[in-house]
Structures are given as structure tokens and as C-alpha cells.
């Protein structure tokens, strides 16, 4: 199962654009439903400022409504009760077809997020797609267990899906980000409601078409689009919704937990914010990958990734030159159309979050960060949602651009002394989501990565996510683990049955 890699140039791109159907309406029970108020929102285009859609804004009704036909899906047991083999099939069917329409979901991202096109159709549309592949094989191959009772019982531990999913997803990776979810939880069995970010909906809408066309039966997956505020809200305190899964930021996840805490105790599982260390020490052999490596991890999707590099965190002997090199680097990527496919990175999402963007950048300066590069906003096209990147050097710690999440193309430098120092560095923060050690000395590795309070440490590289490992986070940067087998510990219930026997 492989996407076609066929070259598509800019032009054709933008052919393709003007012709994508973008669905508007709410998923449910297998067909698209325009909300009962009059209630839409608009959704933006921040690379043009032009509107591409009016959308429907689901509150109270439309979340009520979806969660009714997921629960009777579930309930009739068309999907939760199928055969393994069954629903192995129709989610790699479901990837399938995710393939079959790469061009359109990728061209949804793009449009509504403003991330470069070669990233959604190279990287997240296939990465979508290998989600539910990698799932559905999964599907037929766990084993429930057994205890070792003796002769006289027999103790059965077996699995069972937990019932109503509500998954709700950011805007950064929207097709990527709701196919980890989705996978992992459709595979086990569960019906899910899927609540998009208001700036992303559309790949998230077709989604539910294609799994419609994939032979899942109708209420098993519905798309609620609509505002944190409302649908979310309302999801996050439905009483039957029996697990949140979310992504997004620390703040709205802790409402989360006290939205499920004031209802019916619903499991909440989250993938929050990170202020992720890459720490380079003197040792290195490999001070020309991990220059490319500290420049790809943050300034990647125009900065808006959770897990970036955001603290370079360099031994002060190799500082200034290390320094050098990252802005050598960094001058060659300039923003611009995101349906070029030569673009590396496009505009941020949205007119208000580039204004953050920019806030914090001020605040840098104004704490005596040094700015060696970028800084400012960038007009293309009279557009101006355009951040480079932005380099600072000789960043403290206590700074504000060290220890919030900016969640843009923002890079602080840190320099160290001392082993000591870079993990006591590393771990003061709120944040423990991933972290990065490059050294050619085995047992620092070692030392280092089991000293750092993260969930995921990669030696010698930054950031590494495969769909073989779990994946989430210390702190506050969340609760729980996707990805691996691990991800259906989230979405399944763990049942002991025991049988006494007469002698």
C-alpha cells in the first residue's frame, strides 16, 4: 500500500485548490447533517487571509446527537462486537482510501493551517494513512491472558473496548493528529465522536465519509465541527462519553479533567504542551547532524509542534560556533507560499497566533535575550501571518521564552557548563514531554537520558516518533500514551473473569 509519487508542481496545485470540495456539515450516524441552529464559523485561509468556508458550529444538540448514534453503534454491535478480522479489513480498506483522495485531505491542511503542501501530502496524509494500517494489522494479533490459578479456577483477563470516544484534535496536524486517535480506538472495538479544531475541520469531516466507505457501519465514527468552548465543552461533560482523548494545550486539558470530574468520571487521556530540551555536549561526533537535526526539529511546521526542540541547551565550549552554524542554517529557510512544493515553511495559522508569536519574541528582547536571527513579521503577498526563524542566543532559563510554550518558529539558546547543569537545565520546567542527547560517550547517554523527566528521549537524533513506541508525556505535558500497543491501554477496559470448579 504506497501513495503515488508522482511530482506535482505549483501550478497544478493550485488547479487542484480551486476545485477541492470542502465539507462543511457535521458527520453523523453515516451521512452529513447541517446543524440544527444557524450557528457557523469561518474558516481561513492565513496564507491568502480569504475565507475558504462557512462551517457549522455543533453545540449542546449536535454533540448530543452524535454521542446517541455512537452509543447505539456500539450498543447494536455491528462494529464493537465484529469479528477482529472483520474490522482489520475495513481500516485497511480505510487506509486505502486515505491514500486513494491524498491530494484533496492534503490540500484541506494546507488551505486551512497553512503548512507547506510537500509536508501534508509527503509526510502527513501517508503517515495518516500507516496509522490505520499498522492498527488494523494489530487488530487480530493481542492475546488476552490467563492466570495461573491451578486445577481449581480459571482467572480469564481479557479486553474490552471502553464503550463512547470522544477524540478531540489540534489544528497543527489535523489529519495526522486524528488518525492517531482514531486508530487505535476503532481498532479495539469503541464508537467515536471526533470533534476537529475550528481552524482545521475539513480533512477531519472526510474522514468520516471515507470510514463510511470503508464498510464501517454508521454512528461508529461521527465529526462534530464546532468551538472548544461549545462542542468541546459539551463533549467533555457528556455522561456518556466514557474516555476524552485530546491533544492540544496544557491549559484546555486541565479543563478537561475537571470537566470530567463535575460529570461521570469519564477517563481522560492528554498529549498537552512541551518546552522539549535538545542538549548538546562538547563530546559529540556528530556536530553537523545535530546542527541540521536542532534546525528541523523547531522550525519545522512553521514551529507548531508540541514535542520542537525549543531549548537548545549547548556545552559552552562548543556554544558559539554550534551557534553560528544553526543561523547559517536557518537563513536558508524563508517562508512562503505553502502551495509551492519547494516552500519549507509556510504561514501560521492564524492572524491572533502570530500576534502571540510575536508578543513572546518581544518579550525575549525586552529580557536581554539576544536576537541573532529572524525576529519579525514577513509580508507575502500583503499577508502578513509570515514569522522566519527566530534565533535567540544566551537565553536564561527564567526567561519567558524558555519556559512557556511560544508554539512558533522561536529557538532559545542555552549555554551550559557542566553535565550537573544541563540536566538540573532540563528538568526546570513544567513541561516533560521529549527530550534529545547528543554525545559519543555511551554512558553519558545512558546516565543522561534516564536522568531527564521526559517521555521520550532519543540519543543522537531529536524528536524521534515511530508507530512502534509509546509516546506522551511527563508533568504537565500529559496523561497516558499513544502510539505501540500501548495506545489501546487508552480505549479498552480490562476485565478478570473468574471460574470456580467443583472437585
Known sequence: MEQSRVAIGKEEWLRLAADVKLPTAAFIQGEYKVAKSDRRFVCTNPATGKSLAEVDDCGVEEVHEAVASARKAFTDGYWSRAEPAARKAALRRLAELILRDARDLALMDTLSMGKPIRDSYESDVP????????????????YDDIAPTGTAALGLITREPIGVVGAIVPWNYPIEEASVKLAPALAAGNSVVLKPAEQSPFSA????????????????????P?????????????????????TGSTAVGKLLLRYSGESNLKRVWLECGGKSPNIVFDDT??????????????FR???????????????????????????????????????????????LVSVDHTGKVLDYIESGKRQGAKLVHGGVRLMIDGIGNYVPPTIFDNVSNDMIIAREEIFGPVLAVIPFDTEEDAVAIANDSIYGLVGSVWTSNLERAHRVAR?????????????????????????????????????????????TTWFRFHH
Request: hydrophobic share 40%; aromatic share 6%.
Open 301 to 347: 511546521n512553521q514551529g507548531e509542534v508540541c514535542s520542537a526542540g525549543s531549548r537548545l541547551l549547548l556545552q559552552r565550549s562548543i556554544h558559539r560556533e554550534f551557534v553560528e552554524q544553526v543561523v547559517a542554517s536557518a537563513q536558508q529557510i524563508i517562508p512562503g507560499d505553502p502551495l509551492n512544493p519547494a516552500t519549507r515553511m509556510g504561514a
Open 226 to 246: 464546532g468551538l472548544g468552548e461549545t462542542a468541546g465543552q459539551s463533549l467533555g461533560r457528556h455522561p456518556d462519553v466514557d474516555c476524552i482523548t485530546f
Open 127 to 142: 503517515g495518516a494513512a500507516a496509522f490505520f494500517e499498522w492498527y488494523a494489522e494489530a487488530v487480530d494479533k493481542i
Open 205 to 224: 469531516l472526510r474522514l468520516g465519509e471515507l470510514a463510511l466507505e470503508a464498510g464501517l457501519p454508521p454512528g461508529v465514527l461521527n465529526v462534530v
Open 451 to 495: 536522568r531527564l523527566q521526559v517521555g521520550s528521549v532519543t540519543v543522537n537524533g531529536v524528536d524521534v516518533q515511530n508507530t512502534l513506541v509509546p509516546f506522551g508525556g511527563y508533568k504537565q505535558s500529559g496523561i497516558g500514551r499513544e502510539r505501540s500497543l500501548r495506545g489501546f491501554d487508552n480505549y479498552t477496559n480490562t476485565k
Open 285 to 298: 561526533d556528530e556536530v553537523q547532524f545535530a546542527v541540521s537535526e536542532a534546525v528541523r526539529s523547531v
